[in-house]
């Protein structure tokens, strides 16, 4: 991700001719040698092995987190200590009393902050968003959300990071993406019930202690009734994070691993005619036109990050928030430990409003 940061950050100037125009100014890594690496990568001024040092340098004015979950908070408190505005990778914090800190420190800053949920902003998805609210698909009746991925299907994949320390779980990796999708496509969730499940429980090298599937039943607060699913066993998905959302005049359909098209169902065309169909993206399409002037030629993942990092320059301009802020990303870690809540008394459980 510090590389996808790094590009977006060298290229949104030019592709959104934004206001603020970002220097690369200062990369930290774990050790002085990787980070010297990354620097000459990627195109840093300087680097260190020390974040400390990259937070409190006068130059640096910005920052951007793109390290483990488990150094997230010690960051952005420092951060907004020091009136820096922050992008931060989700999730925000280990855990939600991780977040919640993190929200407070942002909020009692007053300075930009922006939670890096990427997927929701491809042309398709923005648009999706447009439609469900201008109501072409009529009143929502149902969502059913995926994030499925099958990086850890083999059961003799090795024991890595990734299986150690619940964070890094399929709840704490995967989930909260498609969480932040339903919340951005459907709205707040009142209450859920779910199933965490580690399927793999020792692999070579060592235990697994952490989830490797799960889903939610839910209730938004409207009374729409939705599913979701999450996995990183999922044989065969690569980036299987899709939704489908249907209503009474129509219904939604979008997969990742098709990102450039969106499916379309309405019920008002001649019956013979009816079916689902596929909307190419273009630039009729919401932040397409600035990567390419013809349609169906396609945006990719990296172009994800250059939509996210307009917007987090446009928060700092503006002076404005812009979504998902600490705080939105903060009802994604509630609905992610309500879920594990519930996982362990079996129960329906309600969602706790900030």
Known sequence: MG???AVAMAAVGAVFDT???PRLEMICASTQQSANRYRDAYGFARATDD??????DPAVQAIVIATPQSTHKQIAQAAFALGKPVLCEKPMGASLQESEAMTIAAEAA???NMVAYNYIRTPASQYARRLIAEGMIGDVTWFRGEHVEDFLADPQAPATWRTDGLANGTMGDLAPHMINAALALIGPIDSLIAEVETVHTTRPGGAVTNDDHAQIMCRFSTGIMGHMFFSRIAT???MGYAYEVTGTK???RFDQEDQNALWLYKMDEPEAERGFRKILTGPAHP???QFCQGAGHGTGYQDQIIIEARDFLHAIHSGAPVWPTFRDGLEVARVVNTALTS???RSWTDVAKG
């Open 287 to 289: 932040d397409y036109e």
């Open 3 to 5: 590389k996808a940061h």
């Open 236 to 238: 065969g998905r690569k």
């Open 343 to 345: 996982a362990r008394t």
């Open 51 to 56: 974040w400390r040092a990259l937070v409190k």
């Open 250 to 252: 129509g219904a939604i």
């Open 19 to 21: 206001p603020l125009r």
């Open 110 to 112: 007053g300075v930009a």
